[in-house]
């Protein structure tokens, strides 16, 4: 029976040490190949257009452009692209914002040669596998899916700086009623003022696709 075709990497760093070694790593596994490198979030749409890799491994902290916006263009013109995160960055809000973006998997720099390689080949098998380390975090609630409906449009109001009393008029209620859904949304953020709510929201990308809204008729 003859073998069959080897799983073709694409592998995305920054560093160049860091690169040349993976590379240099993964070759030793029998069914994997690189075919294709970069070391910034800019090229990797037109290298995997090119390659059309199996797997790509993308680091999330690069120069110009990072691997979660690389990420996002790249599914957005082939989302049937499976990569795997691979990153020094353990925080729950970049591994959520990169499998929002389409990223099957996400791996720390830390795990284990054979953790990387399961992974891969899970990935390439269609599966979606979480560094063991962030697993509690992956399956956790995220902050913005404990906002109501209510709540993500007073945000969306919050950061284009109303006050209390105009998100009142514009939602159709009162100005009580809007301070304590600003209050809601601060608590539940566990930050301690609006400006702190709103930067914590672009963190998690709740307001990226908000549109703007009128000012309100001041009377």
Request: net charge negative; hydrophobic share 40%.
């Given at each position: 029976?003859?073998?069959?075709?080897?799983?073709?990497?694409?592998?995305?760093?920054?560093?160049?040490?860091?690169?040349?070694?993976?590379?240099?790593?993964?070759?030793?596994?029998?069914?994997?190949?690189?075919?294709?490198?970069?070391?910034?979030?800019?090229?990797?749409?037109?290298?995997?257009?090119?390659?059309?890799?199996?797997?790509?491994?993308?680091?999330?902290?690069?120069?110009?452009?990072?691997?979660?916006?690389?990420?996002?263009?790249?599914?957005?013109?082939?989302?049937?692209?499976?990569?795997?995160?691979?990153?020094?960055?353990?925080?729950?809000?970049?591994?959520?914002?990169?499998?929002?973006?389409?990223?099957?998997?996400?791996?720390?720099?830390?795990?284990?040669?054979?953790?990387?390689?399961?992974?891969?080949?899970?990935?390439?098998?269609?599966?979606?596998?979480?560094?063991?380390?962030?697993?509690?975090?992956?399956?956790?609630?995220?902050?913005?899916?404990?906002?109501?409906?209510?709540?993500?449009?007073?945000?969306?109001?919050?950061?284009?700086?109303?006050?209390?009393?105009?998100?009142?008029?514009?939602?159709?209620?009162?100005?009580?009623?809007?301070k304590a859904h600003v209050a809601a949304i601060i608590e539940k953020f566990g930050v301690v003022?609006?400006?702190?709510?709103?930067?914590?929201?672009?963190?998690?990308?709740?307001?990226?696709?908000?549109?703007?809204?009128?000012?309100?008729?001041?009377?």
């Open positions: 029976m003859p073998n069959s075709l080897p799983i073709r990497l694409m592998l995305v760093d920054d560093h160049p040490v860091m690169r040349a070694g993976l590379a240099n790593l993964l070759v030793l596994e029998k069914d994997f190949e690189v075919v294709a490198q970069c070391d910034d979030g800019e090229s990797v749409v037109g290298l995997w257009q090119k390659h059309k890799p199996d797997v790509c491994l993308l680091d999330i902290s690069m120069h110009g452009i990072d691997g979660i916006e690389a990420m996002r263009r790249l599914h957005a013109v082939a989302p049937e692209a499976r990569v795997l995160m691979l990153t020094s960055s353990e925080a729950p809000e970049d591994m959520a914002q990169a499998l929002k973006a389409g990223a099957a998997g996400y791996i720390t720099k830390n795990v284990r040669h054979e953790e990387l390689v399961a992974a891969i080949r899970d990935v390439h098998a269609g599966g979606r596998p979480i560094d063991p380390t962030m697993q509690d975090a992956a399956h956790a609630p995220r902050p913005g899916s404990l906002l109501t409906d209510r709540e993500l449009e007073v945000l969306g109001l919050m950061r284009e700086g109303f006050t209390n009393t105009e998100i009142g008029r514009l939602i159709g209620t009162s100005t009580r009623t809007a003022d609006r400006t702190q709510a709103v930067a914590r929201a672009y963190d998690l990308g709740l307001l990226k696709a908000a549109p703007p809204r009128p000012l309100p008729r001041r009377l």
